[in-house]
């Protein structure tokens, strides 16, 4: 059992920045079965799209809509991925949902966190 929380969404203009964190809570033996995490969106009208992920030896994985303007990085010891975002556009804007997979079977999500980029 996982609990996962994000933080860090806002509005911002194109060109800006924005971290995004999640922290992921529970048993530490369920913790410890987490394989990747990582980082999905949607857009008003469009279905949920993979962003980026991170596995626990720290391989990771971009869609090509944001490769070199976001950076994933995961802190294991405190049980947390991040989602460091640069040069946003408007299209970026969706709520931004974190993802945890245990044993290669199960998801765990958060609540999302909304990420608007104004023109």
């Known amino acids: 059992q996982v609990q996962l929380v994000e933080s860090g969404g806002g509005l911002v203009q194109a060109g800006g920045s924005l971290r995004l964190s999640c922290a992921a809570s529970g048993s530490i033996f369920s913790i410890a079965t987490i394989t990747t995490m990582g980082w999905y969106r ?3 009208g469009k ?3 993979l962003v980026s992920t991170i596995s626990r030896s720290g391989t990771t994985n971009c869609a090509d809509s944001v490769k070199g303007r976001f950076t994933i990085s995961r802190d294991n010891a405190k049980d947390t991925v991040y989602l460091q975002m640069n040069s946003l556009k408007p299209e970026d804007t969706a709520v931004y949902y974190c993802n ?5 079977t199960m998801n765990f999500w958060g609540q999302g ?4 980029v104004s023109s």
């Open 113 to 116: 966190t909304q990420v608007t």
């Open 47 to 49: 279905q949920r799209e």
């Open 42 to 44: 949607q857009a008003p």
């Open 100 to 104: 945890a997979v245990i044993r290669a």
